[in-house]
Every structure is written in C-alpha cells, then in structure tokens.
C-alpha cells in the first residue's frame, strides 16, 4: 500500500504563502488520484484540491484563485502552493488518495496569525 507523507507546514502571517509538500514511497503515476486536505478546529474535514494521474485539477472553493497543486514525477511528489493565506486557512493539512482510501497521516500544521 502506498504511503503518503505531508511536510512544510508552519507559521505565516496573513497574506503569507506557504509551500506543502506530500511525498509518496512509489510513483505517484501509480495513484488514480491524490487530494489534499484539511482540518481545521471544530470543523469536519474538507477537500482542498486534487490532482488526477492525467493532470486533471479540481479545487475546492476555499483554495480558488489562492492555491496551486502541482506535481513532480521524479520526486513523486505533489505539492499544495499557498498564497495569500488567511486566518480561515489555519486547519491541518493532509494528503490522501482522491477518493479518499488510505489511512490518514500526521498532516501538517498550517496557522496563520492575523
């Protein structure tokens, strides 16, 4: 079973930008579908973005317009592009498979100051 790993969260103040890194243990070309996201205080987890093995992208509302996901096949690894982060992004961030089938990791903490 793959293995996803999520690092480079942080503390950023508003406006701030923060690169997340998901790092799988074999090719992510071997994975339908990888998702990333989060967690944030009394609320329910919630899909950020993902990324299909064609390339295909799909957002969540709350990352348009602000987040990027992106891949690199040699490092098989996908990344999550922050910008102009929001007091409302603070949450922990995860990847998974999209849909969802793996067991969830550590995540990363994301917290943004105002």
């Known amino acids: 079973q793959v293995q996803l790993v999520e690092s480079g969260g942080g503390l950023v103040q508003a406006g701030g930008s923060l690169r997340l890194s998901c790092a799988a243990s074999r090719s992510i070309f071997s994975i339908n579908a990888v998702g990333w996201y989060r967690q944030a205080p009394g609320k329910q987890r919630e899909l950020v973005a993902s990324?299909?093995?064609?390339?295909?992208?799909n957002y969540g509302d709350s990352a348009k317009g602000r987040f990027t996901i992106s891949r690199d096949s040699a490092k098989d690894t996908v990344y999550l592009q922050m910008n102009s982060l929001e007091p409302e992004d603070t949450a922990v961030y995860y990847c998974?498979?999209?849909?969802?089938?793996?067991?969830w990791g550590q995540g990363t903490q994301v917290t943004v100051s105002s």
């Open positions: 990324i299909t093995r064609g390339g295909r992208i």
């Open positions: 998974n498979t999209y849909p969802i089938s793996l067991s």
